[in-house]
């Protein structure tokens, strides 16, 4: 079935510093990927999606690239910020009538000033 | 657009005991799923519904629980016979029909629950 894999937490920055989380996908169609975030207290939020291969997703100054060829969809932001310290997932919808999404197990985020 | 909502936000019940929940989807999304959260874990689908249909379950719906969305609009989950290990984050989402947006779920904050 459909599988994603994040990069293990907890991961640590200084204000500032280049952020890259990991995630790679196994899929039997050709799904569309997800990064969530969920801040302290709160629920899941959409951070950014791509529904195709090469198409990249941005929101916030985060990006990540749809990569086929490689399975990945690896999450980056160029200068972390105290405030984006919180849980980050990736996930991928299922391509049939449902669309149900499966998750990777969730990396925690902490910028320190 | 006031969101997905979620009743109640954190419930603690005797093992033995049932528990029912309730999720108000954003208005006119037709389609509503609900997750399940353990502590360090990503959510797990449970199942799925479209309008009134509920139209996929996951393995993980065990006969304890059930699902029901009545008239197209809120629906509830409720578990039967409670176990310990059933304690965790329920979460309810929800999206439109749109061909072009139905991959998008808007998340509810989730029900809480321990299960003593």
């Known amino acids: 079935g459909d599988s994603v894999t994040q990069m293990e937490g907890p991961v640590t920055l200084s204000e500032e510093a280049f952020l890259t989380i990991n995630c790679t996908y196994t899929?039997?169609?050709?799904?569309?990927l997800f990064w969530y975030v969920q801040y302290p207290g709160e629920g899941l939020q959409l951070l950014l999606k791509a529904t195709k291969a090469d198409d990249k997703g941005s929101n916030k100054g985060f990006e990540a690239t749809y990569r086929k060829e490689t399975t990945s969809f690896h999450l980056e932001k160029g200068s972390v910020q105290v405030s984006d310290s919180a849980v980050y997932f990736c996930a991928l919808s299922d391509p049939g009538s449902a669309r149900q999404l499966t998750f990777g197990s969730g990396t925690q985020l902490t910028v320190l000033p | 657009d006031t969101g997905v909502s979620q009743d109640p936000r954190h419930k603690i019940t005797k093992r033995g005991q049932n528990v029912t929940f309730r999720c108000d989807p954003i208005?006119?999304?037709?389609?509503l799923y609900w997750y399940r959260q353990t502590l360090g874990q990503g959510p797990e689908f449970l199942t799925y519904f479209q309008n009134e249909a509920q139209l996929e379950k996951s393995r993980l719906l065990s006969d304890r629980f059930s699902a029901e969305r009545p008239k197209g609009s809120f629906s509830t989950l409720e578990i039967q016979r409670t176990e310990q290990g059933d304690s965790a984050m329920y979460l309810c989402?929800?999206?439109?029909?749109?061909?072009?947006?139905?991959?998008?779920?808007?998340f509810g904050p989730g029900t809480r629950l321990t299960v003593l």
């Open positions: 899929a039997t169609g050709y799904p569309s």
């Open positions: 208005s006119e999304h037709n389609r």
């Open positions: 989402a929800s999206s439109p029909a749109l061909a072009g947006a139905k991959d998008t779920q808007y």
